[in-house]
Every structure is written in structure tokens, then in C-alpha cells.
């Protein structure tokens, strides 16, 4: 069965202080996405990943950075967290264009950012 | 650029009932057509997807057609159970396997 899996379902850290979301796939996918999820607004990408050490920004990057040094993993990095991250994050991984284009989700974190 | 809107919930019904959530797009070429469900406390889950003008996708009895003509893939199922209550989202791929979502519908079904 497929899985991608994410760090934490919970956390809840202080404005300022340096966030890290992971995310890790077993299904050997290449394309690896983050999104935030908030009410009304329905799914935004933040960055994708075609490849390791490949990164490209998505629709809302500013605040955000990502990191790719193995395949199978992908971590969102938020510098200095501010209380208008405060949201849900999922991670999502695919195989290449050309292959299935479904994207398999992670169960989300659930940031609060105080 | 592309977009996806999706009727407004929520959307409350009673068991039995017959569904339908409203979607539209706007792209450039004809894109892959999705949805997925969240059920409470999870990730999202693709339901069915469509690839090309005219194709139906279909699945746990739930279904949409890809309309060119009217740019729009609405959901719909004939009788909704307590266990689809759930956020229903409607998206679109980009080039690269990118997606772009509509906001959601929440679906409330009671028994």
C-alpha cells in the first residue's frame, strides 16, 4: 500500500523560532509537493521537487524554503515562523510527467504558530 | 491563470439523497481533471479523476464527466451515506504535475 507520512499531525511553536515539516514516501516517486490547506482558499502550493536537490517555487513561497537530499524525502522549513503560517501543511508525492499523474497525500501537520 | 471554483458548502442532506457539487474550470489546453475527498482528521484521497473531453470517472459510486463544452466536471452520486460526509475538492493538473485545487465543499450527511 502506498504511504507518505509526515512528522507530526500536531505542533505548536512561538513566532520567530525555525519550523521543520518532513515528509517521507516509500513509493520511490520522483515529484514531491508541499501545500498549505486553510479555510476558503482550498489547497496552495508553496514548492515542489522534481529530483533530489532539485527545487521549484510554487504559487506562495515567500517565508518558506524546502530541502531535498534523498528521494524519498522532502522537508518544509519555515525560517521564522509568523502567526499567519498558522495552518494545515500536507505533503505530496507523484511520479513523473508521463507517469500517473495522481498525487498521494501525507495526513497533514497541523501548525500553530503563537 | 488556471483556476477551479467549486459550489460553496456546506452541503447538508439526508441519507439516500442524490448528490451533486458543482465544478468549474478555467485552463489553457485541456487539463486532467480530479477529485478528492478528505474525510475528518485525514489527508486527502484521489476519488476518481478524468484525462480527456468526454471521459467519465467513476468510483465507491460517485462520478463525473469531463465537459469541454462547459468547462466543468461536476460530482455526483445517487445516494449519499452518513459515511461520505467528508470535503469534497475539485482540481485541475498543471504542466509538471502541478495542481491547482477549488476551495472545497464540505458534505454533511444525516441519518
Known amino acids: 500500500d502506498v504511504k507518505v507520512t509526515q512528522s507530526s499531525r500536531y505542533l505548536v511553536k512561538r513566532t520567530g523560532e525555525k519550523v521543520f515539516l518532513e515528509c517521507v514516501q516509500d513509493m520511490d516517486h520522483e515529484n514531491m509537493f508541499w501545500y498549505r490547506q486553510d479555510p476558503g482558499l482550498g489547497l496552495r502550493l508553496i514548492y515542489f521537487?522534481?529530483?533530489?536537490?532539485?527545487?521549484e517555487k510554487g504559487d506562495i513561497p515567500e517565508g518558506y524554503s524546502v530541502s531535498r537530499e534523498k528521494k524519498e524525502r522532502f522537508s518544509l522549513i519555515l525560517e521564522s515562523a509568523s502567526t499567519n503560517q498558522t495552518s494545515m501543511y500536507l505533503c505530496a508525492s507523484s511520479s513523473p510527467p508521463g507517469g500517473s499523474d495522481t498525487q498521494y497525500f501525507g495526513p497533514g501537520t497541523r501548525l500553530t504558530v503563537l | 491563470g488556471d483556476s477551479v471554483t467549486q459550489m460553496e458548502g456546506p452541503v447538508t442532506l439526508s441519507e439516500e439523497a442524490f448528490l451533486t457539487i458543482n465544478c468549474t474550470y478555467t485552463a489553457t489546453g485541456y487539463p486532467s481533471l480530479f477529485w478528492y475527498v478528505q474525510y475528518p482528521g485525514e489527508g486527502l484521497q484521489l476519488l476518481l479523476k478524468a484525462t480527456k473531453a468526454d471521459d467519465k470517472g467513476s468510483n465507491k459510486g460517485f462520478e463525473a464527466t469531463y465537459r469541454k463544452e462547459t468547462t466543468s466536471f461536476h460530482l455526483e452520486k445517487g445516494s449519499v451515506q452518513v459515511s461520505d460526509s467528508a470535503v469534497y475538492f475539485c482540481a485541475l493538473a498543471r504542466y509538471g504535475n502541478k495542481l491547482v485545487f477549488g476551495a472545497g465543499t464540505i458534505l454533511r450527511v444525516k441519518s
Open positions: 521537487s522534481y529530483d533530489v536537490k532539485m527545487k
